[in-house]
């Protein structure tokens, strides 16, 4: 029996994931720490989004805090709808980001699970995710009146050139003059030098735990991949997160061993495209379960490991900017699509499954063109849900549960 | 083998019977706000049509959007296998298929075995749905089986912009306050459906033969629109409405 008395299924149990544990009490720990008084924990906070160069924070003794990985929060627990209400009732449009929304909306009224995030000191916002973040941070660096720093990364449409390479390093320089400035401290090289090693360790074991799933069954599925991801995104650069992650490969490479896949029966596998649908996550998760379909990998959790291959490890900073610059999601959609059929043929994918995400508009743009160019060049079925990350209101179950069904019926 | 499809839409539940010389009997009566009780209904009602008891009835496959609350069924297939399924047994040379229903569009295209190879539905919104139709219908106050008709006889397209349904209402509305002849605004109606309908059938990729099948396929106005905007010929079946329901009898006959 579990904790709470119900009967639990042997065979489930048997496919549970051990680590998830410890990853729950690390981002406890994380988020204890963070909402610890400002005098007792001394150190500064910054609210950062979630694919920016987070790693100077860490050796200034800042301590990063994710609006966004806050929104997927907000909208696992299913408090997205109050949230965006209330930005409505703000005069923010409905079309503007869910996160964005949910977020300028619980700072206002401390809302949303724990409370609320802590005050930030300073706020870091890269565009290399979107647009709309600028604006967004544009608007809490007016509210809670602190410094913002800009790290603005040019689109690499196709190809990445020399101007854009010199644009993004001047910028590094810029951002940690603008720490060393707000911190009230000189920036620490040395420091600089073990940050950047463990954020690139945490980096390769992020991917090399994802790639576990190119094994049949897949011990993992990329529902697991997104409660997983948590850790690369808010602790990247940390020895917790190197450490979190050799036990979560230990355990993957044991499934693997032992022939253990998170599905009973794996008939069917899938790619999964955009953001996950945070509030219903275990609706979708057995959904597809119960037809034996396994997502096994997703353009968004590898979003994270995107460190330049062949970049010098000692020359964190002079590499920092173009990698962060080069992320999936700041790219056209030429090389998307690129992305996409190279995880097809790596995990082996029989379709792909895209989520249209009416808050992301740079992951969701290009999707008919991938989709259509997934279907020609690989002659696979792909499905097109549409519905929103954080947004209930954009969710049509019945809708989605018949797209679902038909799509697998394609795939039989 | 006797196998029966029925098919439990969110206007309209249908069935059909098919037996080894092809259909038997089919019919068609409203949902309602019970799913379940109007499928059993629909069951027993094209059940008495023929001369067949339940217990010659070999296998029941359900369909459409209350396909799960089918307690009597073997099996559940979305409407969108089954559509193919009805529509390349009416006619093998179908490649795309145009079904507009009570809720929702959609837009099928078969490979030349009649398997679904790809597909797309219309968001989550009424527009370019039999339901808009029905809307515009009491706006105008007009029986919704006189619409096609009366738009063959007009002499344009007033135009109609909104892509929502309710905002839709109020152009019409105002269209009526203004004296735009009925006629024009019901091509108008149609345009709109076809023009959303449209953009989602180049999506997926036209490739004749184009079948339209749904109850909305009843309607002239709206067949001549969509054949207009998309420049290709549409066949329609006299079984349009019925085609979800008797793809789903062949894929019940198919089960053994």
């Given at each position: 029996m579990g904790e709470d008395g119900r009967v639990l299924d042997p065979d489930r149990e048997k496919r549970k994931i051990k680590a998830d544990k410890r990853m729950r009490e690390i981002m406890a720990e994380y988020y204890i720490e963070a909402k610890t008084p400002r005098e007792q924990r001394g150190k500064p906070i910054a609210w950062i989004t979630s694919g920016g160069p987070v790693e100077p924070l860490h050796v200034m003794d800042v301590i990063p805090v994710y609006p966004e990985n806050y929104g997927a929060m907000i909208g696992a627990s299913k408090m997205g709808v109050g949230l965006c209400e209330t930005a409505e009732e703000m005069g923010y449009s409905r079309d503007l980001c869910s996160y964005a929304r949910a977020d300028i909306a619980s700072a206002t009224v401390n809302g949303g699970p724990i409370g609320g995030l802590p005050e930030p000191d300073m706020l870091i916002c890269c565009n290399n995710i979107c647009g709309t973040v600028l604006k967004w941070y544009e608007v809490q660096a007016r509210y809670f009146n602190v410094p913002l720093f800009i790290f603005d990364t040019p689109i690499t449409h196709t190809r990445f050139d020399d101007d854009m390479r010199r644009y993004v390093k001047r910028q590094s320089k810029e951002y940690i003059a603008f720490l060393e400035r707000v911190c009230g401290k000189p920036f620490d090289q040395d420091r600089m030098k073990v940050v950047g090693e463990l954020s690139l360790e945490g980096q390769a074991l992020w991917q090399e735990i994802l790639e576990t799933t190119m094994h049949k069954p897949a011990p993992m599925t990329c529902f697991d991949a997104f409660f997983h991801l948590a850790m690369i995104v808010t602790l990247r650069g940390t020895q917790t997160a190197v450490d979190y992650y050799k036990m979560l490969l230990a355990e993957m490479r044991e499934r693997v061993a032992q022939g253990i896949?998170?599905?009973?029966?794996?008939k069917y596998r899938l790619v999964w495209d955009n953001i996950p649908i945070w509030y219903r996550m275990r609706w979708l998760s057995e959904k597809f379960m119960a037809r034996s379909a396994c997502l096994v990998a997703d353009t968004y959790t590898s979003g994270w490991t995107g460190w330049l291959p062949g970049a010098d490890r000692n020359d964190f900073l002079g590499f920092m900017g173009e990698s962060y610059a080069r992320i999936f999601l700041n790219s056209g959609t030429d090389l998307m699509a690129e992305n996409i059929l190279r995880m097809v043929e790596k995990y082996h994918a029989d379709g792909v499954v895209f989520h249209s995400n009416r808050s992301c508009k740079p992951y969701s743009l290009g999707q008919y063109d991938i989709q259509r160019i997934v279907q020609e060049k690989m002659g696979i079925p792909t499905l097109m849900i549409e519905a929103d990350m954080v947004d209930e209101r954009s969710f049509a179950e019945s809708q989605i549960d018949t797209r679902i069904d038909a799509f697998i019926e394609m795939l039989g | 083998m006797v196998s029966v499809g029925v098919d439990v839409g969110s206007i309209s539940a249908k069935a059909v019977v098919m037996g080894v010389g092809g259909v038997l009997a089919a019919d068609v009566m409203l949902t309602g706000y019970n799913s379940r009780g109007a499928g059993r209904q629909v069951y027993e009602r094209v059940l008495a049509a023929t001369d067949l008891r339940p217990e010659q009835v070999d296998r029941i496959v359900a369909t459409g959007y209350g396909r799960n609350s089918i307690d009597f069924a073997h099996k559940a297939v979305t409407e969108i296998t089954c559509h193919a399924a009805g529509a390349y047994y009416l006619d093998a040379a179908v490649r795309t298929i145009i079904d507009i229903g009570g809720q929702d569009s959609k837009v099928i295209a078969l490979d030349a075995k009649g398997k679904v190879r790809d597909f797309a539905m219309n968001d989550k919104c009424a527009a370019g749905t039999g339901r808009f139709l029905e809307v515009m219908a009491r706006a105008l106050e007009?029986?919704?089986?006189?619409f096609g008709d009366l738009s063959l006889a007009a002499e344009r397209a007033a135009p109609i912009s909104s892509m929502c349904t309710v905002f839709a209402e109020s152009e019409v509305i105002s269209l009526i306050a203004k004296g735009e002849e009925r006629a024009n605004i019901i091509a108008g109606i149609h345009a709109a459906i076809a023009a959303r309908v449209a953009a989602m059938a180049k999506r997926v990729g036209l490739r004749p033969t184009v079948m339209m099948t749904g109850g909305v396929a009843r309607n002239a106005g709206v067949v001549k629109a969509l054949a207009a905007k998309l420049e290709i010929p549409l066949v329609v079946s006299e079984q349009a409405q019925v085609t979800g329901a008797l793809g789903a009898a062949i894929l019940a006959a198919g089960l053994g």
């Amino acid at each position: 029996m579990g904790e709470d008395g119900r009967v639990l299924d042997p065979d489930r149990e048997k496919r549970k994931i051990k680590a998830d544990k410890r990853m729950r009490e690390i981002m406890a720990e994380y988020y204890i720490e963070a909402k610890t008084p400002r005098e007792q924990r001394g150190k500064p906070i910054a609210w950062i989004t979630s694919g920016g160069p987070v790693e100077p924070l860490h050796v200034m003794d800042v301590i990063p805090v994710y609006p966004e990985n806050y929104g997927a929060m907000i909208g696992a627990s299913k408090m997205g709808v109050g949230l965006c209400e209330t930005a409505e009732e703000m005069g923010y449009s409905r079309d503007l980001c869910s996160y964005a929304r949910a977020d300028i909306a619980s700072a206002t009224v401390n809302g949303g699970p724990i409370g609320g995030l802590p005050e930030p000191d300073m706020l870091i916002c890269c565009n290399n995710i979107c647009g709309t973040v600028l604006k967004w941070y544009e608007v809490q660096a007016r509210y809670f009146n602190v410094p913002l720093f800009i790290f603005d990364t040019p689109i690499t449409h196709t190809r990445f050139d020399d101007d854009m390479r010199r644009y993004v390093k001047r910028q590094s320089k810029e951002y940690i003059a603008f720490l060393e400035r707000v911190c009230g401290k000189p920036f620490d090289q040395d420091r600089m030098k073990v940050v950047g090693e463990l954020s690139l360790e945490g980096q390769a074991l992020w991917q090399e735990i994802l790639e576990t799933t190119m094994h049949k069954p897949a011990p993992m599925t990329c529902f697991d991949a997104f409660f997983h991801l948590a850790m690369i995104v808010t602790l990247r650069g940390t020895q917790t997160a190197v450490d979190y992650y050799k036990m979560l490969l230990a355990e993957m490479r044991e499934r693997v061993a032992q022939g253990i896949g998170m599905l009973a029966e794996e008939k069917y596998r899938l790619v999964w495209d955009n953001i996950p649908i945070w509030y219903r996550m275990r609706w979708l998760s057995e959904k597809f379960m119960a037809r034996s379909a396994c997502l096994v990998a997703d353009t968004y959790t590898s979003g994270w490991t995107g460190w330049l291959p062949g970049a010098d490890r000692n020359d964190f900073l002079g590499f920092m900017g173009e990698s962060y610059a080069r992320i999936f999601l700041n790219s056209g959609t030429d090389l998307m699509a690129e992305n996409i059929l190279r995880m097809v043929e790596k995990y082996h994918a029989d379709g792909v499954v895209f989520h249209s995400n009416r808050s992301c508009k740079p992951y969701s743009l290009g999707q008919y063109d991938i989709q259509r160019i997934v279907q020609e060049k690989m002659g696979i079925p792909t499905l097109m849900i549409e519905a929103d990350m954080v947004d209930e209101r954009s969710f049509a179950e019945s809708q989605i549960d018949t797209r679902i069904d038909a799509f697998i019926e394609m795939l039989g | 083998m006797v196998s029966v499809g029925v098919d439990v839409g969110s206007i309209s539940a249908k069935a059909v019977v098919m037996g080894v010389g092809g259909v038997l009997a089919a019919d068609v009566m409203l949902t309602g706000y019970n799913s379940r009780g109007a499928g059993r209904q629909v069951y027993e009602r094209v059940l008495a049509a023929t001369d067949l008891r339940p217990e010659q009835v070999d296998r029941i496959v359900a369909t459409g959007y209350g396909r799960n609350s089918i307690d009597f069924a073997h099996k559940a297939v979305t409407e969108i296998t089954c559509h193919a399924a009805g529509a390349y047994y009416l006619d093998a040379a179908v490649r795309t298929i145009i079904d507009i229903g009570g809720q929702d569009s959609k837009v099928i295209a078969l490979d030349a075995k009649g398997k679904v190879r790809d597909f797309a539905m219309n968001d989550k919104c009424a527009a370019g749905t039999g339901r808009f139709l029905e809307v515009m219908a009491r706006a105008l106050e007009l029986d919704l089986d006189a619409f096609g008709d009366l738009s063959l006889a007009a002499e344009r397209a007033a135009p109609i912009s909104s892509m929502c349904t309710v905002f839709a209402e109020s152009e019409v509305i105002s269209l009526i306050a203004k004296g735009e002849e009925r006629a024009n605004i019901i091509a108008g109606i149609h345009a709109a459906i076809a023009a959303r309908v449209a953009a989602m059938a180049k999506r997926v990729g036209l490739r004749p033969t184009v079948m339209m099948t749904g109850g909305v396929a009843r309607n002239a106005g709206v067949v001549k629109a969509l054949a207009a905007k998309l420049e290709i010929p549409l066949v329609v079946s006299e079984q349009a409405q019925v085609t979800g329901a008797l793809g789903a009898a062949i894929l019940a006959a198919g089960l053994g």
